[in-house]
């Protein structure tokens, strides 16, 4: 089945810089890669997600980059905000579609003002 | 409804009970999921419906764990003789595509 490793566990910027939360994956079939954001208490919500037929997609300040052949793909956050302090997880499919989700362990981000 | 509501949102029991959580998903999604997060940890896959059928069991953790669904409606998730470890959040989410995550049921086994 698949595997879903995402690095780092934790991670603390200044405001303004940017953050970069890196997942790979084990099943070359996968074929779509969202990112989920988490504030503490609340439910996981999805921020953007890329399917494997393109290999970045921008959204704002969050874009999300994919490289099949490395199978890995990566959240890129810009000009870091502190309400985008958050727990992050990345997914992928666990049954190669779009079927069950997979998720990484979760990447803490704190932005520090 | 509007959203992904999941009932009760707290159930506090003791060792031994049996727990039934459930899932209203988001009026015509097919697909529904249920996942466990224990404080401080990732989601942990459990089960999915895809209508009232279940492709995949894998995840659920033991034979004490079991899910049903109606249709492409409610769902519940049983947890007989429950343990300590069974504490955590468990979230139900549904999709007819993204998926939409409910706020979850906090579970606390004394």
């Known amino acids: 089945g698949e595997n879903v490793e995402q690095h780092p566990s934790t991670l603390s910027v200044q405001e303004g810089d940017s953050a970069v939360i890196k997942c790979t ?89 | 409804g509007a959203g992904v509501s999941q009932s009760p949102s707290n159930k506090v029991t003791e060792k031994g009970k049996d727990v039934e959580l459930r899932c209203d998903p988001i009026s015509g999604h097919t697909a529904l999921y249920w996942y466990r997060q224990r404080l401080g940890q990732g989601l942990e896959f459990l089960i999915y419906f895809q209508g009232n059928s279940a492709p995949d069991k894998s995840g659920l953790p033991s034979d004490r764990f079991s899910a049903e669904r109606t249709g492409e409606s409610v769902s519940t998730l049983t947890i007989q003789r429950t343990q300590q470890e069974d504490s955590a959040v468990y979230l139900c989410a549904s999709s007819a595509g993204e998926l939409f995550f409910g706020e979850g049921s906090r579970l606390t086994v004394l």
Not at chain 1, 53 to 73: C, M, P, S, W, Y
């Open chain 1, 25 to 113: 994956y084990s099943d070359s079939a996968s074929n779509y890669f969202p990112w989920y954001k988490q504030e503490l208490g609340k439910r996981p919500q999805l921020i953007i997600d890329i399917r494997s037929n393109v290999g970045e997609k921008k959204d704002q300040r969050i874009a999300v980059t994919l490289n099949k052949t490395a199978k890995h793909f990566s959240l890129h956050i810009t000009e870091t905000q502190p309400e985008d302090s958050a727990v992050y997880f990345c997914a992928a499919p666990g049954g190669g579609s779009q079927g069950n989700l997979i998720f990484g362990k979760g990447t803490k981000l704190s932005v520090k003002p």
